[in-house]
């Protein structure tokens, strides 16, 4: 079991940034890749980012390719979302989630954990 805890959420204005970060439980987090998705009210979960498990691979989803950074420091069991240039289009539950397949995916049902998620709101 990979317990998942996501922070760093909150209300920002159009334009702004945040960060959000999701804490791994297990001390094996370097054997996972993983991956943020995000869902707004009365609308379908959507992916967001991945991240490998070496870290060597990433990919987004085209709405926020340039705007969003996925990094993780696995000394921290930490995967981090860097978003930039938020919009309100941005606003959702945001959670973090792992597999161990081999290599990246963007389907949500590849991934065996969840975290609780992490509201963000961009203001106009």
């Known amino acids: 079991q990979v317990q998942l805890v996501e922070s760093g959420g909150g209300l920002v204005q159009a334009g702004g940034s945040l960060r959000l970060s999701c804490a791994a439980s297990r001390r094996t987090f370097s054997s996972y890749a993983m991956g943020w998705f995000r869902q707004a009210p009365g609308k379908e979960r959507e992916f967001v980012a991945t991240?490998?498990?070496?870290?060597?691979?990433?990919n987004y989803a085209d709405s926020v390719r340039g705007r969003f950074t996925i990094s993780r420091g696995n000394a921290k069991n930490t995967v981090y979302l860097q978003m930039n240039s938020l919009k309100p289009e941005d606003t959702a539950v945001y959670y973090c989630?792992?597999?161990?397949?081999?290599?990246?995916?963007?389907?949500?049902?590849?991934?065996?954990?969840w975290g609780q998620g992490t509201q963000v709101t961009v203001s106009s």
């Open positions: 989630a792992a597999h161990r397949r081999v290599g990246v995916t963007v389907r949500g049902y590849e991934y065996d954990y």
């Open positions: 991240i490998s498990n070496t870290g060597g691979n990433t």
